[in-house]
């Protein structure tokens, strides 16, 4: 950033308010007032309660403020200054001015503590610092319009208590409120030593030459100083635009102001008062990956540099109409958004949900997919897609996500999404996002085949990895009995383990504790209940369970049939309830969801399924070697190792791999025998008879030699 011509020189807080006398004005692109009382408006009261002890004690003169920068307005007439443009140095200058505002209330108080010729000198210093020229024109004034009147009533009012209660919520009156209580002044040596304290405060104004871009410059100070959030860069980029152009006006200026103010920045503030920058980052990341089709940019520091990098805005001297366009464009993303908010909480309240997968993914997974909302709902409104196509792809991501879960792997990954929409340019559709979940191998977050979603829905532990996945298909499954009967429920169930985790009254219903925990946190052993009987079941056994069950049987219709189908409920392997309930479910999931689809899923090749093809026979040796390929890099225990090789069995069984297994896996142990299959076994041996150690171990861990692992890899290079 170059500077013309700028003139730099300090002053009194009363030289730069009075005896230049001219207005101070705060542009549009400068971010709202936000200092708060309890920080930094208390700090700077308490430093000049500080300064004025050092003043008595005569070791300081001056108490220096900081700097100021402005760019100097002339009158075309008579080439006098009629007004300075505030680029940096509001919110101390605010914070004076309301101090100033508190100290001529005070004296009117007070009026009779002093000669009449004191008071009307001291008047008439508090309006020259106040008011401009005389004339009533305030020396700070607002672009913001609602801000600028709550300061004009905070200058004007006689009565604050009869104030409206939308102004006293105001930082700027609170913020005065606060700095009545803090000084309480209640005599004439008081305001008298604060007049002293103001009038050695310092401040340095820099003045900038007149073909100076004011926002150019506020845009590199607030860079590269105190950061501006993401939401205030943009905006001030936008100002940017338009006061580099000839077609800059106040109607372009005000829209700016109330996109990105009035409406975007509303949506950002909580409850407290502060605004989420978390929310307000990931938005604009969005914003900016539907119009660049770019993965998730995780670094905020990024945000603002690619945002200046979308095709319509990326040249600054631009056309009207262009950057028009790109407003229009980023407002009805803004009402998307809103939109989606809304829609976000009708899941857990309403009885009349329009379309459950599109209310349950905002619900839960608003933040992965908020790029593809974005780009669906433009689709919508410029009528590229239909709301069924809409629809569908909505119920093509439930199911996935659905399938991801049972699978044991929830979907966090929000480069998955990106990576799609990278691959298709923006062009979403239902035919290319099936296509890129069932036959892209290379995308990990793939549709499940029939297989694993079957065998995973009867043994995944659905409520230690997902729990809300857990009470939303059996919510889905409530309300698919519900609609029958021309009902609906809203999302307020509770999840309930019908086997609880603490036994200590089913002794009798479950084989071994080993076999129980395999199946205790699966979907089979999960039901729905209501706050007030989920709390008194408690740990009771099945019969008095059950009967409690049964007297609310008629408002959860999922128990209804529990009740009527299981005279027991055991976990045992000859006789397992859990399982068989799992499959009742399951019948109901493949109504509601097209499971149908995961028949066209093709099933991806391992680099497992290389080295198990390989071996004619598989022995024990084979297995571990196998096992350590998987996990190079990474030292495991016998007992890790046993566990791997054990499930390594369960796949070449479930994949009809015609391959034979030398060894049983019932005698499979971490113990001695393990330790010695891993001694005598792990080499090769050539025609030679010399042997080669395939494994090392080091501290009672295995891993396997490089050596090995570059040669196996290199045979299998081509799948890699």
Same mark, same amino acid.
């Given at each position: 950033?170059?500077?013309?011509?700028?003139?730099?020189?300090?002053?009194?807080?009363?030289?730069?308010?009075?005896?230049?006398?001219?207005?101070?004005?705060?542009?549009?692109?400068?971010?709202?007032?936000?200092?708060?009382?309890?920080?930094?408006?208390?700090?700077?009261?308490?430093?000049?309660?500080?300064?004025?002890?050092?003043?008595?004690?005569?070791?300081?003169?001056?108490?220096?403020?900081?700097?100021?920068?402005?760019?100097?307005?002339?009158?075309?007439?008579?080439?006098?200054?009629?007004?300075?443009?505030?680029?940096?140095?509001?919110?101390?200058?605010?914070?004076?001015?309301?101090?100033?505002?508190?100290?001529?209330?005070?004296?009117?108080?007070?009026?009779?503590?002093?000669?009449?010729?004191?008071?009307?000198?001291?008047?008439?210093?508090?309006?020259?610092?106040?008011?401009?020229?005389?004339?009533?024109?305030?020396?700070?004034?607002?672009?913001?319009?609602?801000?600028?009147?709550?300061?004009?009533?905070?200058?004007?009012?006689?009565?604050?208590?009869?104030?409206?209660?939308?102004?006293?919520?105001?930082?700027?009156?609170?913020?005065?409120?606060?700095?009545?209580?803090?000084?309480?002044?209640?005599?004439?040596?008081?305001?008298?030593?604060?007049?002293?304290?103001?009038?050695?405060?310092?401040?340095?104004?820099?003045?900038?030459?007149?073909?100076?871009?004011?926002?150019?410059?506020?845009?590199?100070?607030?860079?590269?100083?105190?950061?501006?959030?993401?939401?205030?860069?943009?905006? &001030?980029?936008?100002?940017?635009?338009?006061?580099?152009?000839?077609?800059?006006?106040?109607?372009?200026?005000?829209?700016?102001?109330?996109?990105?103010?009035?409406?975007?920045?509303?949506?950002?503030?909580?409850?407290?008062?502060?605004?989420?920058?978390?929310?307000?980052?990931?938005?604009?990341?969005?914003?900016?990956?539907?119009?660049?089709?770019?993965?998730?940019?995780?670094?905020?520091?990024?945000?603002?540099?690619?945002?200046?990098?979308?095709?319509?805005?990326?040249?600054?001297?631009?056309?009207?109409?262009?950057?028009? %366009?790109?407003?229009?464009?980023?407002?009805?993303?803004?009402?998307?958004?809103?939109?989606?908010?809304?829609?976000?909480?009708?899941?857990?309240?309403?009885?009349?949900?329009?379309?459950?997968?599109?209310?349950?993914?905002?619900?839960?997974?608003?933040?992965?997919?908020?790029?593809?909302?974005?780009?669906?709902?433009?689709?919508?409104?410029?009528?590229?897609?239909?709301?069924?196509?809409?629809?569908? %792809?909505?119920?093509?991501?439930?199911?996935?996500?659905?399938?991801?879960?049972?699978?044991?792997?929830?979907?966090?990954?929000?480069?998955?999404?990106?990576?799609?929409?990278?691959?298709?340019?923006?062009?979403?559709?239902?035919? &290319?996002?099936?296509?890129?979940?069932?036959?892209?191998?290379?995308?990990?977050?793939?549709?499940?085949?029939?297989?694993?979603?079957?065998n995973g829905f009867k043994n995944t532990d659905l409520y230690l990895s997902d729990k809300k996945m857990s009470k939303y298909i059996l919510y889905r499954i409530e309300n698919y009995l519900n609609y029958r009967s021309g009902e609906k429920i809203p999302f307020n169930y509770t999840l309930e383990h019908i086997f609880p985790i603490n036994d200590r009254n089913w002794k009798n219903n479950?084989?071994?504790?080993?076999?129980?925990?395999?199946?205790?946190?699966?979907?089979?052993?999960?039901?729905?209940?209501?706050?007030?009987?989920?709390?008194?079941?408690?740990?009771?056994?099945?019969?008095?369970?059950?009967?409690?069950?049964?007297?609310?049987?008629?408002?959860?219709?999922?128990?209804?049939?529990?009740?009527?189908? &299981?005279?027991?409920?055991?976990?045992?392997? &000859?006789?397992?309830?859990?399982?068989?309930?799992?499959?009742?479910?399951?019948?109901?999931?493949?109504?509601?969801?097209?499971?149908?689809?995961?028949?066209?899923?093709?099933?991806?090749?391992?680099?497992?399924?290389?080295?198990?093809?390989?071996?004619?026979?598989?022995?024990?040796?084979?297995?571990?070697?196998?096992?350590?390929?998987?996990?190079?890099?990474?030292?495991?225990?016998?007992?890790?190792?046993?566990?791997?090789?054990?499930n390594l069995i369960v796949y070449i069984e479930n994949n009809d791999f015609n391959i034979e297994i030398t060894f049983s896996k019932d005698k499979i142990s971490s113990g001695g025998w393990m330790i010695e299959r891993l001694h005598s076994n792990c080499y090769e041996c050539n025609s030679k008879r010399n042997e080669k150690n395939l494994f090392k171990k080091n501290d009672k861990k295995?891993?396997?030699?490089?050596?090995?692992?570059?040669?196996?890899?290199?045979?299998?290079?081509?799948?890699?």
């Amino acid at each position: 950033m170059q500077i013309e011509n700028f003139k730099a020189k300090e002053f009194s807080v009363f030289e730069i308010f009075v005896d230049k006398n001219v207005p101070f004005f705060v542009p549009f692109y400068q971010r709202k007032y936000n200092w708060t009382y309890e920080e930094e408006v208390l700090e700077l009261i308490n430093d000049l309660e500080e300064f004025y002890l050092e003043i008595k004690n005569g070791n300081q003169k001056s108490y220096y403020l900081g700097n100021i920068i402005v760019k100097p307005i002339k009158s075309k007439l008579s080439n006098t200054i009629k007004q300075y443009i505030l680029i940096d140095g509001q919110q101390r200058l605010t914070t004076l001015i309301l101090i100033f505002n508190y100290l001529k209330k005070i004296l009117k108080k007070l009026k009779n503590s002093f000669t009449s010729e004191e008071y009307e000198l001291y008047i008439f210093e508090l309006d020259k610092i106040l008011y401009s020229n005389m004339i009533n024109k305030r020396i700070l004034s607002l672009s913001n319009p609602s801000s600028d009147d709550v300061l004009m009533r905070i200058f004007d009012s006689n009565d604050f208590d009869n104030l409206n209660s939308e102004i006293k919520k105001t930082i700027y009156f609170q913020n005065y409120e606060n700095i009545s209580k803090k000084l309480n002044i209640q005599s004439k040596e008081e305001l008298e030593k604060w007049f002293k304290i103001l009038k050695n405060i310092k401040l340095a104004q820099i003045s900038l030459g007149e073909n100076d871009n004011e926002i150019s410059v506020f845009e590199s100070i607030n860079s590269k100083g105190l950061p501006l959030n993401s939401l205030d860069l943009i905006k &001030n980029y936008l100002f940017l635009i338009s006061s580099s152009n000839e077609w800059r006006n106040d109607d372009i200026d005000k829209r700016i102001e109330n996109i990105m103010s009035n409406k975007l920045e509303k949506i950002f503030i909580q409850k407290n008062g502060k605004k989420d920058e978390g929310a307000m980052n990931h938005f604009f990341s969005s914003l900016i990956e539907k119009e660049k089709f770019i993965e998730p940019i995780k670094n905020k520091k990024e945000i603002y540099k690619e945002f200046k990098k979308i095709e319509y805005i990326k040249n600054k001297n631009i056309s009207k109409e262009q950057f028009e %366009i790109f407003l229009f464009k980023l407002e009805n993303t803004i009402d998307d958004y809103q939109n989606l908010l809304k829609y976000k909480k009708e899941f857990h309240i309403s009885r009349n949900i329009k379309n459950y997968s599109f209310s349950y993914l905002l619900n839960s997974k608003f933040d992965l997919y908020l790029t593809l909302f974005f780009i669906i709902s433009e689709k919508l409104r410029n009528k590229e897609i239909n709301q069924e196509e809409a629809n569908k %792809i909505y119920e093509l991501l439930d199911m996935h996500n659905m399938s991801m879960s049972i699978k044991g792997s929830v979907n966090k990954d929000s480069r998955f999404i990106s990576k799609y929409i990278k691959l298709v340019n923006g062009n979403i559709n239902y035919v &290319n996002l099936l296509d890129y979940l069932t036959n892209n191998f290379k995308n990990k977050s793939r549709l499940t085949t029939i297989e694993e979603f079957t065998n995973g829905f009867k043994n995944t532990d659905l409520y230690l990895s997902d729990k809300k996945m857990s009470k939303y298909i059996l919510y889905r499954i409530e309300n698919y009995l519900n609609y029958r009967s021309g009902e609906k429920i809203p999302f307020n169930y509770t999840l309930e383990h019908i086997f609880p985790i603490n036994d200590r009254n089913w002794k009798n219903n479950f084989d071994s504790l080993e076999y129980k925990e395999s199946f205790i946190h699966t979907i089979g052993n999960l039901t729905l209940l209501t706050n007030n009987v989920n709390s008194s079941l408690s740990n009771d056994g099945w019969e008095t369970k059950k009967e409690k069950m049964k007297e609310y049987s008629y408002l959860i219709k999922l128990n209804k049939e529990l009740i009527e189908s &299981n005279s027991e409920w055991n976990i045992k392997e &000859n006789n397992n309830s859990v399982l068989k309930r799992s499959e009742i479910l399951l019948k109901y999931i493949k109504k509601i969801w097209p499971i149908e689809l995961m028949k066209n899923v093709k099933k991806p090749f391992h680099i497992k399924d290389k080295l198990i093809i390989q071996k004619q026979k598989l022995t024990i040796a084979d297995a571990i070697e196998i096992v350590l390929f998987e996990n190079y890099g990474l030292a495991l225990t016998p007992k890790q190792i046993e566990k791997e090789i054990k499930n390594l069995i369960v796949y070449i069984e479930n994949n009809d791999f015609n391959i034979e297994i030398t060894f049983s896996k019932d005698k499979i142990s971490s113990g001695g025998w393990m330790i010695e299959r891993l001694h005598s076994n792990c080499y090769e041996c050539n025609s030679k008879r010399n042997e080669k150690n395939l494994f090392k171990k080091n501290d009672k861990k295995w891993t396997l030699i490089e050596e090995n692992y570059l040669k196996i890899k290199n045979k299998l290079k081509n799948h890699f």
